[in-house]
């Protein structure tokens, strides 16, 4: 492989909520855990699942499919929350599964298409045709950023 393709190309988490893939850059993911009790906040949105304690750091879990506006599911065997690093601090995000990590080359990201029916697609980077599948590339930090306040790293 070439330099100019290596620096061209960036991985990226691959995860699956209902039955669609996204993913996301593998540079914003702290750790994955297998999905755990959350202590729930009073009155905090419907997709703020709860905090929980991460090596002394209160972190909040947002439940990606209730934050998409995804028909919510039990919790599976394969329920993970994913640990993003985001600005200073971290926010988890629950997701159906892990499928794998995957490297794109910039041109292997389209952009997202534009819908007039005032659909928020602000979140998605682009989209990714992968093995016959297609990746919704998300930027979850801009999505989250502004919805819940990150936990400081420690």
Do not use: W
């Not at 699956?16 to 993911?29: F, P, T």
Request: proline share 5%; aromatic share 6%.
């Amino acid at each position: 492989m070439l330099a100019a393709e290596r620096v061209a190309r960036a991985e990226y988490l691959a995860f699956r909520l209902c039955d669609e893939e996204y993913a996301i850059d593998i540079l914003d993911v702290r750790e994955i855990r297998a999905h755990e009790p959350v202590t729930r906040i009073a009155q905090a949105p419907a997709f703020l699942k709860g905090v929980i304690n991460l090596r002394g750091a209160i972190v909040p879990i947002v439940d990606l499919r209730s934050r998409f506006g995804l028909p919510a599911a039990e919790r599976e065997a394969g329920t993970v929350v994913v640990i993003l690093a985001l600005g200073t601090g971290y926010v988890g995000v629950a997701v159906d599964a892990v499928v794998d990590v995957v490297a794109l080359a910039r041109d292997d990201v389209h952009p997202a298409p534009s819908f007039e029916a005032g659909i928020d697609t602000s979140f998605i980077r682009g989209i990714a045709p992968l093995d016959g599948r297609m990746l919704i590339v998300a930027d979850l930090a801009g999505l989250l950023e502004s919805a819940v306040p990150a936990a400081k790293a420690a």
